[in-house]
């Protein structure tokens, strides 16, 4: 009866059946974490629950954030997870034979430079992602000394208001200072202004900043308009995205760029 009636049932109107997921596809969540299955279960079954339902994951992808051939600075990386996404693509990958409908194309070629101030995850993720090369190096070390070299793009999720508002500052104006012209900066930021899920957010955010072994601290947050404020002060364009859907929390994407080369636009 179930089955008749599934099988009569209207077809969903076209854009309902091609409206992105905010989350990963199974095929490219299953390749993205395979190489932490040979450290034991805790690695792996962190990295399937955070790239399986943290929805930035999808978002950088789906929306082109990341430029193929980009290099990229990873700051906060834990255990590698992005760089093994992004090293999981190329080209020939099963899951990029069925990517989804409406993303960008996939980025080939990324070159990642993750910063992780936990000595055990950046060991997790130099040994998962060995098999990477020059495409994944990791740094351990605190993102208010560490070198950040040269990048085209910075990514910075959920990482920020762990430090006071003077680093903050400080980080930010260094990680602008790193990017090359053109370059874009993807901040994941909560929006103190959100009342419950912002709430929601900082008592998940304890549990697992817990878990993982770091000590728990005060949190120096901010409003999503004082985060614009400080990124336009620094020179940025700013696109405010909301990157929390499928979740209860009050979680912001901000894609802050600089203003590419000059001439560069000119055609000639």
Known sequence: MLMRALKCATPLPEPFRLMPSPFLPPELLNQAAAPYRPLGPFPWHFARGKLGGDPAFAGLLQRGLI???ARLLDIGC???LLAS???SLTGQSPAER???IG???APHGVQVHGI???PRDVERARTALAH???RARFTLGNMCTADFGQADVAVILDVLHYVDYQAQEDVLRRVQATLAPGGALLLRVGDASAGLPFRISNWVDAAVTFVRGHRLSRLYCRTLDDWQTLLRALGFAVEAIPMHQGTPFANILLVAR???PAGSGNGG
Do not use: I, K
Request: charged letters at 10%; aromatic letters at 8%.
């Open 98 to 100: 069925a990517w989804p």
């Open 103 to 105: 993303w960008a194309a």
């Open 132 to 134: 990477l090369g020059e």
């Open 67 to 69: 430029p193929a051939n």
């Open 78 to 80: 834990g255990q590698g």
């Open 85 to 87: 996404l992004l090293g």
């Open 258 to 260: 600089l203003a590419p």
């Open 116 to 118: 992780e101030l936990m």
